[in-house]
């Protein structure tokens, strides 16, 4: 069972340190290693931070670094991207995570999620022979979104049993994702383990520690702590605010951003 690693743009700067990946694929590992029995229960791991805060990238990474460590299948997923949500997909979560699932399997890698995969009608129990008893790490990115899982139903119940029996309960086998909310994981654990308290490995992701660095990172030599303050330090919303900043520049000549100042500050706006 053969699935390509999840890829990651060279084009951009690194948004997670080192010390940050290397430390939370051990910790992957080590729960990847583990059986889920009582009273030891095998944590869930959330990577939780704000929409557009570099949750997707520090997936992929993870994901990278997982399979160049273990010799598992590691399916990389996405409510995000190309494979966002549809409207029709929410009242079968499940469903949806099996597209994805498929997709991520898929032999012809000329193949598209939109085309190929978004409306095909992929069963469970196709998802669980395909596993088989393979070793697997499945890594779900933006699983907040499927806002099904803000209630209990027998739709968000069916996902989170599916997530357990086939990712969580054996050794060699263990399920991540990544979330703008802390709920999402406090509902899985309740849906699937009503009589009993699975623990919840909430992972931050890491903030930019010196500022100077970061106006290398970025190429940004007008980035000041007050600027980087105001990004929360997040690097992932730092690099967009770069990146718009560029496309501002190279579109609006300085004639027209003279102008756009002259008239703010006469109409009071500044």
Known sequence: MEVPPPMVSGSEPEFVDEEWLSDNVKDILSLYRSNDEMPLRV?????????????????????QRLKSSIHASVIYVSFNEFSLVGVWEEADPLGALCRRIAFAARRDRNATFEKDFANADVKPMQIIEWLGREPRVLLIDE???????????????????????????????????????????????????????????????????????AVQVFDWPELNPRKALFYGLVPALIYMARLEEKSSIAHISFHKVKEAIRTCVKDGLV
């Open 43 to 63: 944590p869930l791991t959330a990577f939780v931070r704000c929409s557009r805060g570099g949750q997707t990238r520090a997936l992929k990474e993870i994901g």
């Open 143 to 213: 699983l907040s979104r499927c806002t099904t899982l803000s209630e209990k139903s027998t739709s968000s119940i069916n996902l989170a049993f599916f997530l357990k029996k086939s990712f969580l309960q054996q050794e060699n086998e263990y399920y991540a994702f990544s979330s703008h909310i802390f709920s999402t994981a406090v509902n899985l654990c309740i849906y699937s383990d009503s009589f009993s308290e699975r623990p919840i490995a909430i992972r931050k992701l890491p903030l930019i520690r010196n500022v100077l660095n």
